[in-house]
């Protein structure tokens, strides 16, 4: 299986996992597993660290290349593609970063792995 994860869900599983619902925890931890993550949730993640939003034990240059290698998931690029969707979708969702995420998923035909109950309000199948 190939997923996607939101921004919060590798927040959540790099600090333990403890947030994540049994179901995506279980998706996340197989080994046989293709999990991605955005380059744009890292983005996001350096945003967040710089204004004060969100602090890690290390800077966001170290914290998310490690994690990512130590968890194994695979880097998404964002391509012209995405950000073309991301630009038609309707506007169920604010958050620009979170309306990119669902545009990779659907251009790449992944599923989206989070909590956020406003993804799933967009035409993508979502794994909480």
């Known amino acids: 299986m190939r997923a996607l994860v939101d921004t919060h869900t590798f927040l959540w599983w790099a600090s333990g996992g403890g947030q994540l619902s049994d179901r995506a925890r279980a998706i996340v931890e197989d080994p046989a597993n293709d999990v991605l993550m955005s380059v744009a949730s890292a983005w996001e993640i350096a945003i967040k660290v710089a204004v004060g939003?969100?602090?890690?034990?290390a800077p966001p240059e170290?914290?998310?290349?490690?994690?990512m290698q130590r968890h194994g998931l695979v880097p998404?690029?964002?391509?012209?593609?995405?950000?073309?969707?991301?630009?038609?979708?309707?506007?169920?969702?604010?958050?620009?970063?979170?309306?990119?995420?669902?545009?990779?998923?659907?251009?790449?035909?992944?599923?989206?792995i989070t909590a956020d109950p406003a993804i799933g309000r967009y035409d993508v199948d979502v794994i909480w």
């Open 53 to 57: 939003r969100l602090e890690l034990q």
């Open 62 to 67: 170290r914290y998310v290349p490690d994690r």
């Open 76 to 112: 998404l690029r964002v391509e012209l593609s995405h950000a073309l969707r991301a630009g038609r979708l309707p506007m169920i969702h604010a958050d620009p970063f979170d309306r990119l995420l669902v545009a990779q998923a659907q251009v790449e035909g992944l599923p989206i």
